[in-house]
């Protein structure tokens, strides 16, 4: 099934370049040259015009079986496997100005015509696609005419998992800068209930801490230490490469851990079993902050970056 993105930004750059063209026949005529110029320029200006301003217009994404293929006019094309298609759903995020746009830091591709609705959707692995300044690509975002109907076909035609939730991945919820051992986050239904965030770096120093729980905030020196210790004996005692400990369990505790290029994100639950969700919502959040915070992060000198706990606490929000 095919979907389109009527958007608003082709009408713009219509008008652009039909004043460019008016402009420079007006300097033609103004000149004193002959026809043979006036025909110059218009076959200097069709192209642009035909292939930046009206060929947008065509825009399709369509859904099938193995895949969907995004078109944005006769100069954009790629197509998405199903079988590399982590998550999709709607976000409430701000589009970029342009409608075909890259960003390094995020590695996010923006296919974005309009401020109409938007789609996000999650790559299980990146790779590199057109306008992506030959990086790789993690997550595209799309606008849709029909966010839902098009979420829905890829749902059953490609059997790819659809977030009902919105995402809103620059929507970040800031956390008090003290947060006391009285300080409850209601955790939202059937979700456990999250008693600490730990951000931890590679070599071994906590960089962010939060206590929202039962329970105080725990002693630096003993979390930097903590999971570093655990990984190493594990590897000593069974004598395994290239593992990581990923979850910890003790009486109705449970710690969640995944690792990044940079830094490690332990999140400490309780309650009942921590859905798959959670795990999912710690990886986003541990990418976003590596894009935000990695250049400080690889040579950090100890004091927490501005504004990083805004970040990690969006695991909070999930």
């Known amino acids: ?46 192209p642009p015009i035909l292939v930046f301003a009206i060929s947008p217009l065509l825009t399709r994404h369509t ?25 999709m759903g709607q976000t409430d995020e701000e589009a970029p100005a342009r409608s075909l746009s890259f960003s390094p830091r995020r590695r996010r591709l923006y296919v974005t015509m309009s401020g109409s609705p938007l789609v996000h959707i999650e790559l299980k692995e990146a790779y590199r696609m057109p306008f992506s300044l030959r990086q790789p690509v993690q997550s595209i975002v799309l606008s849709l005419d029909d966010p839902e109907g098009f979420l829905e076909d890829a749902r059953k035609t490609m059997q790819v998992r659809v977030l009902t939730d919105r995402l809103c991945p620059h929507c970040r919820r800031p956390l008090a800068d003290k947060p006391g051992p009285a300080e409850d986050i209601a955790a939202p239904a059937g979700h456990p209930r999250i008693e600490y965030i730990f951000l931890i770096h590679h070599d ?54 995944e690792s990044g290029s940079l830094t490690y994100l332990a999140v400490v639950v309780s309650g009942q079993e921590a859905p798959e969700e959670l795990r999912t919502s710690m990886k986003r959040v541990l990418r976003e902050t590596e894009a935000d915070f990695g250049e400080v992060l690889e040579k950090w000198d100890g004091s927490v970056p501005e504004d990083i706990g805004k970040v990690v606490s969006q695991v909070l929000w999930s």
Do not use: C
Request: aromatic share 14%; glycine share 14%.
């Open 204 to 257: 071994g120093r906590l960089i962010f801490q939060f206590a929202g729980g039962r329970f105080r905030p725990i002693s630096t020196s003993i979390v930097s230490g903590m999971l570093l210790v655990i990984q190493d004996f594990l590897r000593d005692a069974f004598r395994t490469e290239g593992g990581a400990l990923r979850k910890l369990e003790h009486g109705d505790l449970t710690v969640l851990i």
């Open 63 to 87: 859904i099938g079986p193995r895949g969907m293929t995004i078109r944005q006019g006769w100069y954009f094309s790629a197509f998405v496997p199903a079988s590399n298609i982590g998550e």
């Open 1 to 46: 099934m095919d979907f389109r993105s009527s958007g608003k930004y082709p009408y713009s750059r219509l008008l652009t370049l039909g004043f460019l063209g008016v402009f420079f026949f007006g300097i033609v005529l103004l000149s004193g040259l002959g026809a043979g110029y006036v025909a110059v320029v218009l076959v200097v200006m069709l």
